[in-house]
Structures are given as C-alpha cells and as structure tokens.
Nanobody
Framework: QVQLVESGGGLVQAGGSLRLSCAAS????????MGWFRQAPGKDREFVTT????????HYADSVKGRFTISRDITKNTVYLQMDSLKPEDTAVYYC??????????????????WGQGTAVTVAS
C-alpha cells in the first residue's frame, strides 16, 4: 500500500505561481508512476499530469501544457507540481495519485491504486 500526502496549496493571484508536493511512502513506491488530478467546485475530477517511475516520461492535460511542470525526486519519494501563470480556472482541489501503470493515471482509471487527501488551490482574479 502506498500512502500519499500533499502540501503546498493556498491562495495566489492570477499570473502567480505555486509548487505542490506529494510525499509518498510504501515499500514499492519507487516503482510507481505518480500524477496529479484536480477537481473544481461542481465539476468532475480531471487528469492534470503524470510522470513515470524513472522521471523520464511525462504527460500533461492540454489545459496546463506550458504552464505546469511535474517532476520527482526518487531519493525523497516525492513528486512536485510547479504551477506557473496560474489562472482563476485552475482553482480546484489538487489530488496526488500513484499507480504501477502510467497509462492508468493518464486515462483516469477508476481504480487507481492510491490517492492523497487533496490540497486546495485558489487563484484570485
């Protein structure tokens, strides 16, 4: 079982930046793909980005390409989401996810192995 704990959310002005962190623990976490989803008020949860276990492959939703960057520090079992040029429509609760299969995260499979508790991001206009 992989446990995930997010941090770094908060309130930021439009055009600003935030960095989210997701600390993972568990015996096999280093072999898992990890990613981020978000859920805005009144909307379904949506895929944001994912990174494979090596950190050599990434995938982004079109809505965040060029503005968000995912990275991971294998030595710390931590994945980061650098969010730049934030827009009010980025306001959401951001959830970290982990799964042995990279494409299950990309496709938003309903049975992704592990989820964090979420961290709220609010972008003021």
């Amino acid at each position: 079982q992989v446990q995930l704990v997010e941090s770094g959310g908060g309130l930021v002005q439009a055009g600003g930046s935030l960095r989210l962190s997701c600390a993972a623990s568990g015996r096999t976490v280093s072999s898992y793909a990890m990613g981020w989803f978000r859920q805005a008020p009144g909307k379904d949860r949506e895929f944001v980005t994912t990174i494979n276990w090596r950190g050599s492959s990434t995938h982004y939703a079109d809505s965040v390409k060029g503005r968000f960057t995912i990275s991971r520090d294998i030595t710390k079992n931590t994945v980061y989401l650098q969010m730049d040029s934030l827009k009010p429509e980025d306001t959401a609760v951001y959830y970290c996810a982990a799964d042995p299969d990279y494409w299950r995260i990309v496709n938003g499979a309903p049975d992704i192995a592990s989820w964090g508790q979420g961290t709220a991001v609010t972008v003021a206009s």
